[in-house]
């Protein structure tokens, strides 16, 4: 019961439901009391309000913002609490007293402060949001951009303003208590004073050196600053806070690019959600700033994803337009028809330009390029079942077996995911396996976004891991090394500290124009964290029994980390299946729309050397066989061919073959610009000759001349 409160109240917790009903009951407490009248009474429930309101804008319950859209906003809140004071001190006879009427003339000139503090904090975030926000751009030697106010001042504002009235509420309830007017004026006073010093604090930031420069002068900053670094290859993203991901894929192919390199996001979400990278990155919001921005010395644009803001840097000529997408796969997005806007299409390997022919959808052959996938470097090729636990992988008693589905996608197609129809299945023949097997889940993180029955079933795939991971940890069969895992768990509590400490966790109260000035990162801090990651991933693997099921959720340990400690793998069609091809291990993959194998086969590249599962998973037998017995493995082979076919050749490396696609792009862009600057200077002459040519005549701008005098 309390679950479903919680469901249909929208908070996270039942503290959060207790909070939001004590909230809203104090409120008929409030005026129950301040009719009866019972000063203790009012002051109990005040109180009680009070905590409850603060406590739910703490957590930042959900509740806070209906509240606001139902007219019952922060505000709202706070003068109905006054009013009913007021009706209390009515209904305890003070309307002649002077407390009377100071309480009222507290509270109209306390709103009467609410407004110039509520511009002031407006005009503050406004003229500090910057209309580009960098990182790895040295805007601070161009531009002065001065400290944010405290953060005090600005952080949860509304709130701290309107909770000042708290010291003239309670010298009010104990003048009406103890029939002292001195008390209550006290409890005014002090509000009044500090919602005045309050908006006093923050007039110097709206004026003087502490403004940040206009837009005119940073955009010509940045402009200076592209004009000196000149970049060669962007980036460019578009897309929603959820799909950082997609553009955090490629960070690591751009640090090892051989031009310099360009990140351009669009959204601010992006931004704050970007890995570390030591590339510069700008992020434009407005589409009229991106396309007055000197990008003249970019020659080659890539592009991760297609979204309708692409068209703003599309238009430019001056560089070639390529799409390398987020991922290689046989879903319909691989293929989408939007793709035939750029001048080229890179794909992993031959699969891709085969998709692009069997779709027919415009794309040119002669436009698709095939650079291998540079991000699949750090996943490890299978050598067979570890013979140990060497960083945290399966021995050869307990193989691994990652279930990795993809989401539920924008419609109801039964094919997008197996968590729906089989997910169950599948992870309850694997816990059930014997010999047994270790089962990771680490779903999609999209998946339940859209649809309630996908969510639930996670949470059922998630109850039926955790509960199999109980009954085996109380199973004398499994042994635990719990020294050797409390070690790890102290190394990973020592790396954690210190990428923090590295990461500077002090400075994410930074604002946009703070996190602009000071975005330059360090190179050798940098370098460390990624080593300390690496150490992170090692010590994550040997902190629990190489036996123990696990649910994997959120950005850490990453996929490939996954697949690395990984003996199989079940999913559905996406790149993640040709991802995890890269290992050569085996894989399974989820016929969830019933196709067929061979009908399932024939329209999906990625899953011709899979073992093909029904919804029952009745299937998976022959997964778990071939991990028990590589040299049994009937497919093993098929994989070694598909893994060329879908990704490439593994020589020469991917980022090799990245480089030389972006280089031979780059000299399409030059020989196009010279041409283009060639037939100009060339009309322009012809023009020129025309007009000296007949005297008394003019040339037209279409080239035509135009008789003067003549008869």
Excluded at 230 to 235: C, G, S
Excluded at 403 to 431: F, H, M
Excluded at 482 to 510: H, M, N, P, V
Excluded at 603 to 612: E, G, K, L, P, Y
């Amino acid at each position: 019961m309390i679950s479903t409160a919680i469901r249909v109240a929208r908070v996270g917790s039942a503290a959060e439901l207790a909070a939001a009903v004590l909230m809203v009951a104090g409120f008929p407490a409030l005026m129950l009391a301040a009719l009866v009248p019972s000063v203790p009474a009012f002051a109990a429930a005040a109180a009680v309000t009070y905590l409850a309101d603060h406590y739910l804008h703490r957590k930042g319950s959900y509740l806070i913002n209906r509240l606001g859209k139902v007219r019952a906003g922060l505000s709202i809140r706070f003068l109905i609490r006054q009013l009913l004071l007021v009706l209390l001190l009515a209904r305890l006879s003070l309307a002649d007293n002077l407390i009377y009427y100071g309480a009222i003339a507290c509270f109209i000139a306390f709103y009467g402060l609410q407004a110039p503090h509520g511009a002031l904090v407006q005009l503050i975030r406004n003229r500090r949001r910057m209309p580009v926000a960098t990182r790895n751009v040295d805007l601070k030697s161009r531009i002065r951009i001065p400290d944010a106010p405290p953060r005090r001042l600005l952080h949860r504002s509304a709130e701290k303003m309107l909770h000042l009235d708290l010291f003239a509420v309670v010298g009010i309830l104990l003048a009406a208590q103890v029939k002292s007017a001195l008390i209550g004026f006290i409890g005014i006073g002090v509000t009044v004073a500090l919602a005045t010093l309050y908006v006093l604090a923050l007039m110097p930031y709206v004026r003087g050196r502490k403004v940040p420069p206009n837009a005119e002068k940073v955009l010509a900053a940045v402009d200076d600053w592209l004009g000196q670094y000149k970049p060669e290859t962007v980036l460019y993203f578009s897309g929603s806070k959820d799909s950082a991901y997609q553009v955090n894929m490629w960070l690591d192919t751009m640090e090892n690019l051989d031009t310099k390199p360009l990140i351009i996001l669009r959204e601010r979400a992006i931004l704050n959600n970007l890995a570390p990278t030591t590339v510069p990155v700008i992020c434009v919001p407005g589409g009229v700033h991106l396309m007055n921005m000197d990008l003249s010395t970019v020659r080659v644009a890539l592009y991760a994803a297609n979204v309708g803001k692409n068209i703003h840097l599309l238009r430019v000529p001056t560089m070639k337009h390529v799409f390398i997408g987020h991922g290689d796969s046989d879903k319909l997005a691989s293929v989408n028809p939007f793709s035939k806007v750029y001048d080229e299409v890179w794909t992993a390997g031959r699969a891709g330009r085969d998709r692009y022919a069997i779709a027919d959808v415009g794309v040119r052959d002669d436009d698709i390029v095939e650079v291998g996938r540079p991000q699949l470097a750090p996943i490890r090729t299978w050598q067979g079942v570890p013979e140990g636990p060497r960083g945290g992988a399966a021995d050869g008693r307990c193989p691994t077996v990652l279930y990795a589905p993809t989401w539920e996608g924008w419609d109801d197609n039964p094919g997008n995911t197996s968590i729906l129809l089989a997910g169950e299945n599948i992870v309850r023949r694997l816990i059930t396996a014997d010999p047994p097997v270790r089962v990771l889940y680490k779903p999609h993180p999209f998946t339940g976004t859209r649809s309630k029955e996908a969510k639930a079933a996670h949470q059922r795939i998630t109850a039926l891991v955790q509960k199999a991971a109980a009954e085996r940890a109380a199973d004398s069969r499994f042994a635990t090394d719990s020294a050797a895992q409390a070690q790890a768990k102290a190394e990973l509590a020592r790396i954690e500290a210190r990428i923090a400490q590295l990461a500077g966790t002090g400075d994410k109260g930074r604002d946009e124009a703070e996190a602009t000035r000071d975005g330059q990162v360090d190179v050798a801090r940098h370098e460390e964290v990624a080593r300390l990651r690496a150490e992170w991933n090692d010590a994550y693997w040997r902190s629990f029994p190489t036996w123990e099921h696990r649910v994997i959720t959120g950005s850490e340990p990453r996929l490939y980390d996954c697949f690395n400690v990984s003996d199989a793998m079940v999913s559905d069609i996406s790149s993640v299946v040709s991802d995890f091809i890269a290992s050569g291990k085996p894989y399974a993959v989820t016929d969830s729309a019933e196709l067929g194998a061979e009908e399932f086969k024939r329209n999906n590249t990625a899953v011709r050397a899979a073992v093909i599962l029904s919804n029952s998973a009745a299937e998976l037998g022959e997964l778990l066989g071939a991990v028990r017995d590589p040299a049994a493995d009937p497919l093993a082979e098929d994989r070694k061919e598909l893994k060329q076919y879908l990704l490439g050749p593994d020589e020469p490396a991917s980022i090799d073959q990245f480089n030389t696609a972006v280089a031979n792009l780059a000299i399409k862009a030059e020989t196009r610009n010279v041409g283009q600057e060639s037939r100009i200077a060339a009309a322009t002459a012809d023009a020129e000759k025309l007009a000296n040519a007949v005297p008394g005549q003019r040339v037209s701008s279409a080239g035509d001349t135009d008789g003067v005098g003549t008869g």
